[in-house]
């Protein structure tokens, strides 16, 4: 694959003046954190090759005219059948997408070699408009508080949109229908705190001015957005791992390409020993109920 950038100066975030450029030099400088947290997972790509705002669309499976070097799994279907999906494996996978128009990545909770088995649990703070980030994150820090009582160990991510995720590594030992069962149950007690400001309410119009715990990134081939993975929106904001200690001051879209080029340089990554507190899905949901 050629690394040079064609229209490297076509523009991507009219508001912020950053070209593709830019965003291409961007996912280079953050490919070392960044490829460990989509590493064997199938990708759901946001692309955008006339920038934010030109026609984008999502990409969950892969175009005839990826290289042989970008890796393609076939993931069974629920409904039967196989879908493919891009994963990125390496540096060279990322700069090669991002050099296509990608601006945001969405991984899997589970590897294309165990789709059915996820090591992630992810809950989304999904506020209405209007929402102060100090509600926010008070909403983030009960989540975390009811994993840990489940038995789970917690990290939080500034989204690089609205809200935060609450996420738990898993051993993959169970699998998605156990995952979404716990993730739902957690979302429930948490909401059961706050029922006037929390709710777990799947149609909108039943949720008011309530901020949403989504539990339903945790069911079969859903996603999150990746870490470190800017969002196609004015302010070109990154998805941010954080320290549980940094929290008291974020905002949920606080990171922009530029300053996440410079929290890295002087940070290392928060999640980066994730998988190293791995729990049991089935054993935080026999503590739970």
């Not at 984008?56 to 070097?69: I, L, T, V």
């Not at 879908?83 to 909770?109: K, P, S």
């Not at 156990?178 to 706050?194: F, G, I, K, M, Q």
Request: hydrophobic share 35%.
């Amino acid at each position: 694959m050629s690394d040079e950038i064609s229209h490297a100066d076509k523009v991507f975030y009219p508001g912020d003046g950053l070209t593709k450029g830019d965003v291409v030099e961007y996912y280079r400088a953050v490919a070392d954190v960044m490829v460990p947290h989509l590493r064997g997972r199938p990708l759901t790509l946001r692309r955008f090759p006339d920038g934010i705002e030109g026609q984008g669309w999502f990409q969950k499976h892969p175009g005839e005219h990826f290289p042989d070097s970008v890796r393609v799994e076939s993931v069974p279907r629920r409904d039967g059948g196989t879908d493919d999906y891009v994963v990125c494996d390496d540096a060279g996978t990322l700069d090669y997408l991002a050099r296509q128009g990608t601006l945001e990545f969405h991984v899997w909770l589970s590897t294309a070699d165990a789709p059915e088995r996820p090591d992630r649990l992810v809950l989304d703070l999904d506020p209405p408009d209007g929402t102060p980030a100090a509600e926010l994150r008070a909403v983030a820090r009960r989540i975390r508080d009811h994993y840990e009582r489940a038995g789970l160990t917690p990290f939080v991510q500034a989204t690089g949109g609205r809200g935060f995720h609450v996420l738990a590594p898993l051993d993959a030992q169970s699998d998605t229908d156990v995952v979404l069962e716990l993730s739902r149950a957690l979302a429930d007690a948490v909401a059961a705190d706050d029922p006037d400001r929390l709710t777990t309410a799947q149609r909108k119009e039943k949720r008011g001015d309530r901020i949403f715990l989504d539990a339903n990134r945790n069911g079969y081939a859903q996603t999150f957005v990746a870490p470190y993975s800017l969002r196609a929106r004015p302010g070109a904001a990154a998805a941010t791992p954080l320290d549980w200690r940094e929290l008291g001051k974020a905002e949920p879209d606080g990171w922009s390409l530029a300053r996440e080029k410079q929290r890295l340089a002087r940070k290392g990554d928060p999640w980066r020993d994730l998988d190293e507190h791995a729990a049991s899905a089935e054993a935080a949901l026999k503590q739970l109920t």
